[in-house]
Each structure stands twice: as structure tokens, then as C-alpha cells.
């Protein structure tokens, strides 16, 4: 199984400020790379897949890059709103497709 | 408007058995493959069984292979997961998710989730 790495686990950061994750994986996986927004209480929701490609409705501040096994979420001017925890997967080489382990991130 | 509405969670004992379900609307379901995804407290998401649309090909992670089994109506627009066996460690929160192809490969990403049906195996 692909393991997935995210790092950093937890990060805290200020309204308007802007934040990077990263996510790595312990083989290639192309582009096959999805970026999800968890908050308390509720379903995981998509922001981006194929790496940099952003869901319809998710706001432009959201951005990912990358390729292979190495890949990154950068959110720019951050909303009150976008404290949440982020997670990547991938379904490059599934089953099973995997998750990362979170990052959550915090309100400074 | 797409939407997937779990049931069938509750407190089971080590051992025994339920039945999970995932009424979707708003789209063609048949159309989709669907996934089980669960949460453990505090933890990440983890997948744990996929099925495709007209249910030839079922798939599932490694520890639930054998005790859970998943299968869908497509006349009722419903997808379910029986689970058996069930362990302290599958104590969870248990998702449904509707699953979209990047272009014309076989990656997908997870375009829709139910809330979410809590399962919790304790004596």
C-alpha cells in the first residue's frame, strides 16, 4: 500500500495570513493526488484532486502543486473559516486508496 | 442536488452484527461507483470497501475482508455495508461517498460524503 505523509501534523496561523501542507508519498503517484477539508463534526470536503485541479464552488485561495511524491495545499489569505483539518489521498495505485494523517490547522 | 443520508449505526457488542445504509438522490446512481470510508475517533479517514455501478466488482480493505460486505439496489438508490465479526477497532464513524473519475483514468476523488453513521462495538 502507498503510505501517505503529510506534514506539518498541526500549524497555527492568523486571519489573512497564508499556510502550506505538505503532503508525500512513499512512491510515485503521478498527479493522483486529492486534498479534503475536515471540519468537527462533519464529512470531509473536496478542495482539489489531480493535484491542482480546484472543485467547483471551493474558493480561488486554495491552491495545490506538485507531482510524483511531493505535493503541496497552500491556502492564501485565510478566512476565518478555512481553520479546519486538511487531508490528502491518493488513488493512484488503489486498492486501497489512502489517506494522510491530517494536519489540523489553528487560529493563532 | 446531490445528496447521501447514512443509517443504521448504534452500540453493538464484540461479535455482532448491523447493517449500514446510504440512501442517495440527486443523481444517477448506477452511474457511480460508491465507497464505505471510516473514521476512527480522532483519526484520519480510511477507506474500507468500494463497489461499482451494475455490482461486479467489490473491493475491500484487508482488515474487514471477509467480515464486512458491501452491495447496493440500484432500483432503490441505495448502497449498504453489512458488517459482522465486529471488533473494538472498527469502532468508527462510517461514511458513504460517491466516487468521480479524473478524465479517463482510473484515479477518482470522493465528490460527495454522507454525514456519517457512528458505529461503536463495546460490551
Known amino acids: 500500500d502507498i503510505q501517505m505523509t503529510q506534514s506539518p501534523s498541526s500549524l497555527s496561523a492568523s486571519v489573512g495570513g497564508r499556510v502550506t501542507i505538505t503532503c508525500r508519498a512513499s512512491q510515485s503517484i503521478s498527479i493522483y493526488l486529492n486534498w479534503y477539508q475536515q471540519k468537527a463534526g462533519k464529512a470531509p470536503k473536496l478542495l482539489i484532486y489531480?493535484?491542482?485541479t480546484l472543485q467547483s464552488g471551493v474558493p480561488s485561495r486554495f491552491s495545490g502543486s506538485g507531482s510524483g511524491t511531493d505535493f503541496t495545499l497552500s491556502i492564501s489569505s485565510l478566512q476565518a473559516e478555512d481553520f479546519a483539518t486538511y487531508y490528502c489521498?491518493?488513488?493512484?495505485?488503489?486498492?486501497?486508496?489512502?489517506f494522510g494523517q491530517g494536519t489540523k490547522l489553528e487560529m493563532k | 442536488e446531490v445528496q447521501l443520508v447514512e443509517s443504521g449505526g448504534g452500540l453493538v457488542q464484540p461479535g455482532g452484527s448491523l447493517r449500514l445504509s446510504c440512501a442517495a438522490s440527486?443523481?444517477?446512481?448506477?452511474?457511480?461507483?460508491m465507497h464505505w470510508v471510516r473514521q476512527a475517533p480522532g483519526k484520519g479517514p480510511v477507506w474500507v470497501a468500494r463497489i461499482n455501478g451494475d455490482e461486479s466488482s467489490t473491493s475491500y480493505a484487508d482488515s474487514v475482508r471477509g467480515r464486512f460486505t458491501i452491495s447496493r439496489d440500484n432500483a432503490k438508490n441505495t448502497l449498504f455495508l453489512q458488517v459482522s465479526s465486529l471488533r473494538a477497532d472498527d469502532t468508527a464513524v462510517y461514511y458513504c461517498?460517491?466516487?468521480?473519475?479524473?478524465?479517463?483514468?482510473?484515479?477518482?476523488?470522493?465528490?460527495?460524503w454522507g454525514q456519517g453513521t457512528l458505529v461503536t462495538v463495546s460490551s
Open positions: 440527486g443523481f444517477t446512481f448506477s452511474n457511480y461507483w
Open positions: 489531480a493535484a491542482s
Open positions: 461517498a460517491r466516487s468521480s473519475n479524473y478524465r479517463d483514468t482510473s484515479a477518482y476523488y470522493y465528490d460527495y
Open positions: 489521498q491518493q488513488t493512484y495505485n488503489t486498492p486501497p486508496d489512502t
